[in-house]
């Protein structure tokens, strides 16, 4: 816009002249400028100004209505009349050029409209009641939505501000964030003329904010090209290594790529498939990252081939004969057909090697399928406009079973960043968090039991996913499930796992601080930051040693046993020796009716294990003397249960209210430290009789919060 100058002597990245791509209609300038100063033409003609627009929209839209793009030139070019750019051009000529970039992108009448009075209010004394009076209500969203905050309201702040108001406008009406990645376009190919620091400046917000919205956004003609400006700028060293290596490999004439491109061609000309094989050059950044990966470069790595065919099934039958004539690499096989990427990109990718072993990558996709590929939403208009009368209904947007409409260009992420923005404290906090929120350059879907699905970024975790299901009542989240399997808060979800979160009951617990090391999402860390806020944290206790904290519970009165059995073996155990003691294996705590075994240790006792325990092998191995054992008629039993929970309030007196009312006495219990919100109790318990074991687990594992109860299994110690 009006703060950045151009030079119109700055050309745009080069082309490879071998590689090069389809020519843009050429933007002079100096004769728009001419044609500018000369002032609108007669009623009902198109200005000579807007005639390159004006081609290149009827290129894509046959019966366009071209009169609302005439009024429109004709307020801006009076409206900016007198203004001239750093580059000394009139200024009309920036909103010439940024319409005649959507219009080649393939923009609708509408986008092209406000394209050209984009900078009217923000720069002239035109108003926005007026611009809605001339061309209305649409029009007028789309200017207001690119127009910059004054920095004489905001100071420092108008840059974020603006940047926040533009997003929530396309929340509503993704034509604004077109207009402005267009507008930033033309900036940056224009920027010569402002001073290094600036330059930047500018090229940093680019990169950090503009090219990661134009990749979500699916418009990859203007985030490529953004790229290798951005690249020109803050790498000129590395800019100028590719551009060498782009001129010597120019310079060997010969282009195997070129030769299998004809190769490609009598392949599906001999299978009666009709496809267009072009050869696409890649971009100077793709060529940096691709000669830093491999460390030498291929003559075939400075493009690729793409086929264009009719319809989806002809993609398959290209790719059949592509790996049917020449060897795939199996490796680089990716169907973004049938899972097309978060920003509606659709193509085969696969790379082939013919018979001398030059491998050439190869794209595959149909027409419609490249036009959305190359410009992304600026392609599919407008959704939210209420569909037109004259529409067949197979031509009208889908909606929903609760009436709202099904809106391929409003993707989870665009959703995520207009719920958490709403959140951001200060302008500060908002723009560092949209900068991390766009560095995350790839998303996921993961499945609710509900049947619902949750969008979330690679690499998110159940904190994520709690947040972005409940919101702010998250912080009452204690686990979940992952695909069926218990899993802590901190486990990162894959691309189609089911998660199922498992929620509290105490209203008053909340998050604790090393949960903001598993979120990814901004809807989460926000919500996290703001809780522990406002919930600040005890003063710090001096540290407990390490270890299990034994925790003090009242001591059920002794039980009775016979003067054979020493006090550790309380369950009645009947010996075929006279005279031993009997020991009951603390590695697998026996109870009636287990199975169980004896042998002779030292000391005459007799230690008794389950017939399952792996101790029992162990020590028939050594040649242990085993000893007959069974249980004897005493009721009473002894067994040590381990409980884990998801940590919360409260879940001790909960866990031992459940105990008791199962009549069983608790005769020691532990708690280790919790560890990721996963807490570890041991109990050993007195029972009235070992039918009471079942009931009594089944009650501790309906104790909120507590996923397992399982007999003790401790690790067999050395046999003296």
Not at 214 to 243: N, S
Not at 522 to 550: D, E, F, K, Q
């Amino acid at each position: 816009m009006s703060a950045e100058a151009t030079n119109p002597a700055t050309p745009g990245p080069i082309t490879p002249s071998g590689l090069r791509r389809r020519a843009r209609p050429g933007l002079d300038l100096r004769r728009l400028g001419r044609a500018a100063l000369l002032g609108p033409a007669a009623r009902g003609r198109v200005p000579d100004a807007i005639s390159h627009v004006a081609e290149a929209h009827r290129g894509h839209h046959p019966d366009a209505d071209l009169e609302p793009l005439r009024r429109a030139y004709a307020l801006a070019e009076s409206s900016h009349r007198g203004q001239t750019r750093k580059s000394g051009e009139p200024y009309i000529t920036h909103p010439l050029a940024v319409t005649l970039i959507l219009a080649q992108l393939g923009a609708e009448t509408t986008t092209l409209t406000a394209s050209l009075l984009h900078d009217t209010v923000e720069d002239t004394d035109v108003t926005l009641d007026q611009v809605r009076a001339e061309f209305g209500d649409d029009v007028c969203y789309l200017v207001d939505g690119v127009t910059k905050l004054e920095k004489v309201d905001y100071g420092a702040a108008a840059e974020p501000e603006t940047f926040r108001k533009m997003l929530v406008a396309t929340g509503n009406d993704v034509r604004v964030m077109s207009i402005k990645l267009a507008d930033r376009l033309h900036n940056m190919r224009t920027l010569g003329v402002m001073r290094p620091e600036k330059q930047a400046r500018i090229a940093k917000v680019t990169r950090d904010v503009l090219i990661p919205l134009a990749e979500r956004l699916g418009v990859q003609a203007l985030k490529t090209e953004l790229e290798d400006l951005v690249f020109a700028i803050l790498h000129p060293e590395e800019y100028a290594e590719v551009k060498a290596l782009i001129a010597a490999k120019d310079a060997q004439g010969s282009d195997p790529l070129a030769d299998i491109a004809e190769e490609v061609r009598g392949v599906l000309r001999e299978a009666g498939i009709a496809a267009e094989v072009v050869i696409r050059p890649r971009h100077f950044l793709s060529v940096h990252r691709v000669h830093r990966k491999r460390g030498s470069l291929r003559p075939t790595d400075f493009g690729r081939l793409l086929v264009l065919v009719s319809e989806d099934a002809d993609c398959y039958g290209v790719l059949g004969e592509l790996h049917t004539c020449f060897t795939p690499v199996v490796s680089e096989f990716k169907d973004f057909i049938a899972v097309p990427k978060f920003n509606l990109y659709q193509s085969l990718h696969t790379a082939v090697a013919r018979g001398d072993g030059e491998v050439a990558e190869v794209l595959i996709r149909t027409h419609k399928m490249h036009r959305v590929a190359e410009a992304g939403v600026v392609a599919l208009r407008n959704p939210y406009a209420a569909p037109p009368d004259e529409q067949s209904v197979e031509e009208r947007p889908a909606e929903s079973a609760d009436g709202e409409r099904v809106d391929p260009t409003r993707p989870g992420w665009l959703s995520r960043l207009l719920e958490w923005q709403q959140a951001a404290p200060d302008p500060d906090t908002f723009w560092s968090t949209l900068r991390e929120d766009l560095a995350q350059d790839r998303e996921i879907a993961v499945f609710r039991t509900d049947g619902g699905t949750l969008g979330l970024p690679a690499g998110a975790s159940c904190v994520d996913a709690a947040y972005a299901q409940y919101g702010e009542d998250a912080h009452a989240c204690i686990g979940a499930r992952v695909n069926g399997r218990l899993a802590t808060l901190s486990t990162v979800l894959r691309d189609g796992d089911t998660v199922q979160l498992l929620m509290g009951q105490d209203p008053a617990s909340g998050p604790s601080r090393e949960w903001l090391d598993h979120a990814r999402t901004p809807a989460a860390r926000i919500a996290i930051r703001r809780w522990l806020t406002s919930h600040p944290a005890p003063a710090p206790v001096p540290p407990m040693a390490p270890g299990p904290t034994p925790v003090t519970v009242p001591a059920a009165p002794r039980p009775q046993v016979s003067a054979a059995l020493r006090p550790e073996a309380v369950n009645v155990v009947v010996l075929d020796r006279e005279g031993a003691a009997v020991r009951l294996a603390g590695c697998c705590t026996p109870v009636p009716p287990d199975e169980i075994t004896g042998f002779a240790v030292r000391g005459g006792v007799v230690t008794v294990h389950r017939d399952t325990c792996p101790a029992v092998a162990r020590m028939k191995n050594v040649g242990r003397p085993e000893v007959g054992v069974r249980w004897g008629d005493g009721a009473e039993c002894r067994v040590t249960l381990i409980a884990e929970s998801f940590g919360r309030p409260h879940l001790l007196a909960d866990l031992t209210e459940a105990i008791a009312l199962e009549g069983a006495a608790i005769i020691s219990a532990t708690v280790e430290p919790p560890s990721e919100q996963r807490v570890r109790h041991t109990y050993t318990l007195q029972l009235p009789d070992a039918a009471h074991l079942p009931g009594l687990m089944r009650a501790m594992r309906n104790v909120a919060g507590v996923y397992d109860v399982s007999r003790a299994q401790h690790r067999a110690a050395a046999t003296r």
